[in-house]
């Protein structure tokens, strides 16, 4: 019996020891995480907090704080991200603001220094023409904002694509003739009804045109069809610098491929492009193989 009871608080013994080692193991890593947690803090690190036991709840703890750590650094590398637009962002504004601003101020100088009256009325046509500039690009500014804001209300309801296509490409008659363009047209006659919104789909098409007489091309082919329940329209551009086009970044806000030849425009069409097609459950696509140069809208007919 004596032996027994010798034996049980001896095993007791060991086993409190044991207890005790544990318990202080435990502490010792608590103590540790916390201090890498803190380093982590300060350092604004992208490290891991790491652990040497994974009993006691300890490793469960460690994988929760590294997910928590990997959402913090996500969002911090968002908010890096979304600065770093802003700031992008504020410098494009100031340039593309600036550069027709400044272009008036020396015409209406010039103005004021001539008494020729042909000069003043070519002075005046200038001064016109960079005030529709000017107003174009607050305008597409304006439309940018919503869109990303999503503030932008549209009303889809049945369209006659057809008919909106023509009437916007007729519309640049006189575009086409002084950039010495002749656009071959294939483009089928009766409707082509869409679920859309009709300013939009006009949206769209001036700033896919606009894109076209940006890039200096002398051949363009547009072309409509119905295919899979969409309508389909391909433009087709002999573009004249390829190596300038960035095929990649089309749609991206604030992109131009050549700036010195897009200093009237703030880059923004084709990203306008895509979101308004987006609100209407389309899409839409750029490629570009040797000097070829394509854009391909589909918008859901009803």
Known sequence: MDMMMTGLAIG??????LLGLILRKLIWQIRDLERQISFLEEKQSNGDVVCDIRFGGIGGLTDTLNRVFEQQKSRRQQWIRNENRIAQTYTNLSHDI???LTSLDGYFQLLTQTDDQEAQQRYLRIIQERIHALRDILEELFMFTRLESRTYEMKLEKCDFNAILKETLFSYYEEWENSGIEPEFDIPEGK??????EPAIRRILQNIIKNVLDHGGRSVGISLSAMEGQVCVTVQNRVAHPEEIDVSRIFERFYKADPARSRTSTGLGMAIARELTEYMNG???ASLEENIFQLKLQIPMV
């Open 98 to 100: 600036r550069t027709p």
């Open 12 to 17: 007791f013994g060991l086993l409190a020891v």
């Open 283 to 285: 899409s839409i696509s």
């Open 192 to 197: 082509m009804l869409v679920q859309g919104n």
